[in-house]
């Protein structure tokens, strides 16, 4: 079956960017008709989805983080990345990949819920000098 694990940095300085890979396991990035998502949960708060990458390489990304936010892949890894610039603290949260299927993918950018998908573990991520 598929996995997912997040990896990267669990501290990024107040102003620099977040680089966090996911690496696949059990099934292709390129397979129709997948999508794969950042999702990320502040203290205190629920989960907020961030972006997409879909198997066909197209991307989505909530409006709030739209200007600082790229979600990219590398297929011969199978990974999926997102790259968030200029941190800070309030970037603080943990964060999660996920695979959700095109026909569920409104349920994922509107109201995420680790029972519907497949979801990575998770990382912590704090911004914070």
């Known amino acids: 079956q598929v996995q997912l694990q997040e990896s990267g940095p669990g501290l990024v300085k107040p102003s620099q960017t977040l680089s966090l890979t996911c690496t696949v396991s059990g099934a292709s990035i390129l397979t129709y008709p997948y999508y794969w998502n950042w999702i990320r949960q502040s203290p205190g708060k629920g989960l907020a989805w961030i972006g997409y990458?879909?198997?066909?390489?197209?991307?989505a990304i909530t409006p709030s983080l739209k200007s600082r936010t790229a979600i990219s892949r590398d297929t011969s890894e199978n990974q999926f990345t997102l790259q968030l610039s200029s941190v800070t603290p309030e970037d603080t949260a943990v964060y999660y990949c996920a695979r959700n299927d095109y026909a569920r993918i409104g349920n994922m950018t509107s109201h995420p819920q680790k029972l519907a998908g497949d979801w990575g573990q998770g990382t912590q991520v704090t911004g914070s000098s």
């Open positions: 990458i879909t198997f066909s390489g197209t991307n």
